[in-house]
């Protein structure tokens, strides 16, 4: 006769209360900073969901024990874990690819650099700091920490990678000091923007900055000067000797670098040299074709590789999430996928979202598992009929060049109009001469 194991062993891998409650209430600090990506690079993807209990398991657990297992679950099970994706791993690759080689270049003076672009919710943020986290750890073991060629008698932290932020309404003085903002450095208010630069460049040398990250990008709009400035010292920033990775929203659609056009040939996007460098009398350098671009897809539900990438995607959420009625095929089996699929429409973002608060409202109701009836209760913003479902982030098919209307051979275009000059004035000298 099988017996349940006893309660110590069930619950041996769950925090005490003390520890549960440091994860909730602990202050985490800001990811663009030092201290914040460090705290990030260190402790992603370590919070590790409790043993799974059945209901008959959780009724004879003691009181004190089933409260610190109920608020553990609930911290685990809104906090998914990053899942390897077919839309992850091709940013992984690419960043992986080109940090690889910048590392390893000696005598290129202007390195590639790499634009990460989706919409909102696909997962560009975490998809670009996982991958620049992992290039760090590969990159902190093989200098065992310290900073190579550093300089004896200083303290200069070792920061392989930078994590900072666009400035809203960014300027190149916000930028630089953001930059320096990272690691809390101390900026003379009257330093002037060559001073700025300088600094910037002296910072990626003394801390060893191999990877520069500028999130929300697409905050830049190339109709204001002070954002053409930016990305003129964007552009300056490959030339430190550092790998530049900038992220932000239809980058290709918002003219942000140049409005490119998707090559069905070579199944990427082509970025026409930039029209705001006429605005400064500059000509196209070499450095405007060194962005690599990387669309990061939401999850399709066509073909059958792509059915089983999405089923793949929720039997990890699945194995997650700790629901005492939980149980496997829970988000696999029947029309559940489809289900998810027709909600999220295949969006990361949101379909951890709907997960997320049904397994928080699954255990408000004690109902204890995910149907699509008890998902149906909570509101996504594409449940708005009058919402439109975002486009998608690489076309199936190059839009068509407009053609002209087919003209007969009778049809003659239609003569403009000489405009009436009776009453010009000619000045003086017409009249004189008449």
């Avoid at 590790?48 to 024990?65: E, G, V, Y």
């Avoid at 990775?245 to 239809?250: A, E, F, T």
Wanted: aromatic fraction near 6%; charged fraction near 25%.
């Amino acid at each position: 006769m099988n017996q349940s194991p006893p309660e110590d062993d069930r619950l041996a891998g769950l925090p005490p209360r003390s520890r549960i409650a440091e994860l909730i209430l602990g202050s985490r600090p800001h990811r663009d900073t030092f201290a914040g990506w460090q705290h990030y690079r260190a402790r992603r993807g370590q919070l590790m969901p409790p043993a799974a209990l059945t209901l008959a398991q959780w009724k004879t657990t003691p009181l004190p024990r089933r409260s610190d297992y109920d608020l553990y679950r609930r911290l685990t099970n809104v906090n998914l874990p990053l899942q390897a994706t077919p839309m992850h791993d091709k940013v992984t690759e690419l960043i992986q690819l080109r940090l690889d080689g910048n590392t390893m270049k000696q005598d290129d003076p202007t390195l590639a650099g790499v634009l990460v672009s989706g919409w909102g919710g696909y997962g560009k943020t975490a998809a670009v700091c996982s991958s620049v986290a992992a290039f760090e750890d590969q990159w902190r073991d093989l200098h065992s920490s310290l900073i190579p060629g550093s300089i004896p008698g200083t303290r200069d932290v070792h920061a392989p990678v930078v994590y900072v932020s666009t400035p809203v309404t960014a300027t190149p003085k916000s930028l630089c000091a953001s930059i320096l903002g990272f690691f809390r450095a101390e900026v003379r208010k009257s330093a002037t923007f060559p001073e700025l630069v300088r600094l910037v460049a002296d910072s990626f040398h003394d801390h060893g900055v191999k990877a520069l990250v500028l999130d929300d990008i697409s905050r830049l709009r190339m109709h204001r000067a002070d954002d053409q400035d930016v990305l003129d010292l964007i552009r300056a920033f490959m030339s430190m000797d550092v790998t530049v990775i900038l992220s932000g929203v239809n980058i290709p659609g918002t003219g942000l670098l140049r409005e490119a056009k998707w090559d069905k040939k070579t199944a990427q996007w082509i970025l026409p040299p930039l029209e705001a460098t006429r605005i400064h009398g500059r000509e196209v350098t070499q450095t405007e074709h060194r962005f690599e671009l990387v669309e990061i897809d939401r999850f399709r539900y066509t073909t059958p590789r792509q059915i089983r990438a999405f089923v793949s995607h929720l039997r990890g959420i699945e194995a997650h999430l700790r629901l005492l009625n939980g149980k496997p095929g829970m988000l696999t089996d029947g029309t559940m996928p489809e289900y998810l699929m027709r909600r999220t429409g295949g969006v990361v973002g949101l379909l951890g979202r709907l997960i997320e608060d049904g397994a928080q409202l699954a255990m408000n109701t004690q109902q204890e598992t995910l149907s699509e009836t008890l998902l149906d209760g909570i509101v996504l913003r594409r449940d708005d009929p009058d919402q439109p479902p975002d486009e998608p982030a690489i076309p199936a098919e190059p839009p068509a060049a407009p053609q002209a209307p087919a003209t007969s051979e009778k049809t003659v275009p239609r003569k403009r109009r000489p405009r009436n000059t009776v009453f010009d004035d000619h000045g003086p000298q017409a009249e004189a001469a008449g």
